[in-house]
């Protein structure tokens, strides 16, 4: 966990106080709409179809267990009694009142969370791995430096009014689970030749109407330079970036239209104008920042505890360990995700009671620390091995056992036309009949490692674009119809997906889901070769045509 | 959303309402012949033309405090004169979202 100081809580303190004038002027009328919208959007508050939407960021996806107890607590008081974890470690509240919103933050403020920067044409917050910290092979935890940038941005004046908003994900492994090529900014954490800490950097990934990988800009930036380097980035982008035209103003358009040659050389020649400057970052900075984040005091543990060894003979159990635990850089401790997509659920949801019990798990199991992933699963970082299987069953009653990470039914999906004002087509139901559809969970093992992303418009918001399968919503003459490609990743090896033929019905996707992994079935060579191993040998052409044959 | 400058050439081919969303809680409201706002789509004012569209949806826009964002909607008047949202859009404003919320699922 990062413990905040003085600066932090007042800044969060202050915060709140200054939207809480704000909001009351806007209900007197003093402010009108259009002077309050960008002050309530600073805040993570948007309007949606049926009311407020209300983004909390959660930095880096580490939530403690009493922040994870103060997020209940606004679903419950302020909210429907649950709430969305989003695709870049936010929390999102649907069903929330202006008049309350103050209230809430304040709430939240107490427990150190805040919706700084989760919308508006600013820097966002800064995501990262959800296994900082204990994954094995990790360079260091990247979340050190998330915290350095987050402190460096946070309403900064420079970065407060881009021509659009600006992402950035750090990773410190070498399989990447923070998406970082999928965004504005991506950040490797690596060590050069004479193993100094530096990063490769990477830039101009986004998906959206207009998707782009992220090019690697610079192999390696060391990391004293990287605040430096980053603003000369976010320079380059603050002077030729296009605020004409909300479609073309994000950093991609302008690095694919100048090219990455010429951007970088743009980019090269800011930075040698402040790279020796006050951005420079001193190593008692760096120091002081990771001296800040604690980490637990582990036990000397078995590596096979006999707990373990016991509950391998009951199948059920085996099929949500070899599912959900990765293994944890501490012999004897293993990182447990937990899934968010329960058989006919919306994907990402968490009710109040839910994160409520998680936190009462986390402080028992996981030394009070909960993370928040990209793919919209929770995750316990720190569980002794001979916990899982009490753990497990723990989990089980409260719906949250689902043994179906990275599967099929493990599905990322925006919300779609059910609450978003910008969606053209619905996404969770879409979500909910695929999950009940693949509910068996032999048969999903079978199929095995497989990502279905579903948007509800060309914003991509669930990531259709790196989805195995991706399917996107849009609308034609009135009704709902859908996109399929296939073949995309958000991994190392990003890569966009291949469009495979016209829209379908609402009513057809998972029939079209179905006829893609039953080709598969079919065409893999062995049991070992995944979807997308066989869509690589392949290509589309295969599923094009199963799909479109009967079509 | 679409936005009220973004209709200034307003044409619409049915019966159609003003709605917006409550500033205070942001629920779905639609504009009344009153002048004001109800949470009832059959209270809501029915404009046929575009003349009459445009002059409601200004009133609207000028209530700044009661609502946000207000534009023009479509909707279907029944035989029995009962009045039906013109999309899926707008159903799902009206009626809620078509998923179980985590709660109840």
Redesign the interface.
């Known amino acids: 966990m990062y413990a905040y100081d003085e600066i932090d809580r007042t800044l969060v303190n202050e915060r709140v106080s200054e939207f809480r004038d704000q909001v009351k002027r806007?209900?007197?009328?003093e402010l009108?709409?259009d002077e309050f919208k960008i002050l309530r959007l600073q805040n993570g508050v948007y309007?949606?179809?049926?009311?407020?939407m209300f983004r909390v960021a959660i930095p880096y996806g580490t939530l403690a267990t009493n922040q994870m107890r103060a997020l209940a607590h606004v679903a419950r008081k302020y909210d429907?009694?649950?709430g969305h974890f989003t695709t870049r470690q936010n929390i999102q509240f649907n069903w929330?009142?202006?008049?309350e919103l103050p209230d809430a933050l304040e709430d939240l403020a107490k427990v150190g969370i805040h919706a700084m920067q989760t919308s508006g044409n600013n820097m966002r917050n800064v995501t990262s791995d959800q296994w900082a910290g204990v994954a094995p092979g990790e360079i260091e935890d990247p979340r050190i430096w998330s915290e350095l940038i987050r402190q460096h941005t946070t309403l900064h004046p420079e970065f407060s009014f881009l021509p659009r908003k600006f992402k950035i994900a750090i990773t410190a492994s070498d399989h990447d689970r923070a998406a970082i090529k999928i965004h504005d900014i991506g950040l490797r954490l690596i060590k050069n030749e004479k193993g100094e800490t530096g990063f490769e950097v990477l830039v101009g990934g986004g998906l959206g109407r207009t998707p782009f990988i992220a090019k690697t800009i610079k192999h390696f930036v060391h990391g004293r330079d990287i605040l430096s380097y980053i603003e000369a980035i976010l320079r380059v982008y603050n002077q030729y970036g296009r605020r004409d035209n909300i479609y073309k103003a994000r950093i991609k358009i302008l690095v694919h239209e100048l090219g990455i040659e010429k951007f970088s050389r743009e980019v090269e020649d800011e930075w040698q104008h402040i790279r020796n400057s006050s951005l420079q970052i001193d190593e008692e900075v760096i120091e002081d920042i990771r001296s800040r984040f604690t980490y637990p005091v582990y036990e000397k543990l078995p590596h096979m505890p006999d707990e373990l060894r016991q509950a391998a003979a009951d199948p059920d159990f085996e099929a949500w360990r070899k599912n959900s635990v990765a293994p944890h850089k501490v012999q004897g401790y293993s990182i447990v995700t937990i899934s968010l997509k329960?058989t006919?659920?919306?994907p990402g949801?968490?009710?109040a009671e839910?994160m409520d019990a998680l936190a009462d798990l986390a402080d028992k199991y996981s030394f009070g620390e909960i993370r928040v992933g990209h793919e919209q699963n929770l995750a316990l970082p720190h569980v002794a091995k001979r916990d899982l299987p009490a753990l497990w069953k723990a989990l089980d009653k409260l719906g949250l056992a689902t043994p179906n990470v990275n599967l099929i039914t493990d599905i990322i999906a925006c919300p779609g036309?059910?609450?978003c004002?910008?969606a053209n087509a619905?996404s969770?139901?879409i979500a909910?009949e695929l999950t009940r559809r693949f509910a068996n969970h032999e048969l999903a093992n079978l199929i095995g490692r497989l990502h279905i992303n579903i948007s509800g418009c060309i914003n991509a918001c669930g990531h259709h674009h790196v989805g195995h399968i991706g399917i996107l919503g849009v609308e034609k003459n009135?009704e709902?119809v859908y996109q399929i490609t296939i073949g995309g990743r958000a991994d190392e090896n990003a890569a966009l997906g291949t469009l495979i033929g016209p829209g379908v019905k609402f009513d057809e996707v998972a029939d079209v889901v179905e006829d893609i992994v039953e080709a598969y079935l079919a065409l893999r060579e062995r049991p070992e070769e995944l979807f997308m191993d066989t869509v690589k040998r392949l290509g589309v052409e295969p599923f094009k045509e199963r799909v479109y044959a009967t079509r | 959303?679409t936005s009220p400058l973004e209709q200034k050439k307003i044409r619409i081919a049915g019966p159609s309402v003003v709605t917006a969303?409550r500033?205070?809680?942001?629920?779905?409201v639609y504009r009344t012949a009153a002048n004001s706002w109800s949470a009832e789509l059959s209270e809501a004012a029915i404009v046929r033309n575009s003349d009459e569209a445009k002059a409601l949806l200004a009133e609207a826009v000028a209530d700044?405090?009661g609502a946000?964002?207000p534009y023009i909607a479509p909707v279907q008047i029944g035989d029995d004169g009962k009045v039906q949202p013109g999309?899926?859009?707008e159903q799902?404003?009206r009626t809620?979202?078509?998923?179980?919320?985590?709660?109840q699922?």
Not at chain 1, 47 to 52: D, E, G, N, V
Not at chain 2, 96 to 103: L, R, S
């Open positions: 806007r209900l007197s009328g009108t709409e309007l949606q179809l049926h009311a407020y429907r009694g649950y929330i009142k202006l008049a329960p006919g659920g919306p949801d968490a009710t839910q036309l059910d609450y004002s910008l619905r969770i139901p909910q009135g709902e | 959303m969303n500033t205070w809680d942001g629920i779905v700044d405090v946000i964002g999309n899926l859009r799902i404003r809620g979202v078509t998923i179980g919320q985590p709660a699922v």
